[in-house]
């Protein structure tokens, strides 16, 4: 099964063509790697499928829907997500708040429930500091937890 196609994919910045007719497709479990030089456009690849930038014209399939154009906190609701290289954590909260942080685009507890911290509230956010903890565990950071990131 295909999850990530992108068709003729371009994005230009008014006369710089940073990406031209990219075509690709990635199958689901498939490990790959985009290289090439500086300025080759690698970049404007992953802010484009991540709704940073627009595509000038193409499409972008990811499970079968075009996310071609949607915003990028439509797209990381979908699943996609990224890093940057220089990663900006909260040096004030713990690792495991740091991490938890990462999980609140997929709350769904209303404003009012986060105001009046009710069950939902505290029902999600435990949730969230499991799978914050599994994350820990799984790369071996967990005696960290409670440090200052």
């Known amino acids: 099964m295909v999850l990530l196609e992108l068709k003729d994919m371009c994005c230009y910045f008014g006369g710089l063509k940073a990406v031209e007719k990219f075509n690709t497709k990635i199958k689901k479990g498939e490990l ?7 300025g080759a456009g690698k970049t404007t690849v992953f802010n484009v499928i991540t709704g940073i930038y627009p595509p000038t014209s193409g499409e972008i399939f990811f499970q079968e829907e075009n996310i071609g154009g949607l915003p990028s906190h439509k797209i990381t609701q979908k699943g996609i997500v990224r890093t940057f290289q220089n990663i900006r954590i909260f040096p004030t909260l713990t690792v495991l708040e740091n991490i938890i942080i990462a999980y609140h685009f997929r ?13 939902n509230y505290h029902q999600e956010e435990e949730e969230m500091s499991k799978k914050a903890m599994e994350l820990l565990h799984l790369f071996d950071l967990h005696t960290y937890y409670m440090n200052p990131a």
């Open 32 to 38: 790959v790697g985009l290289i090439g030089p500086n």
């Open 107 to 119: 709350t769904h507890y209303s404003i009012l429930s986060g105001i009046l911290r009710d069950d």
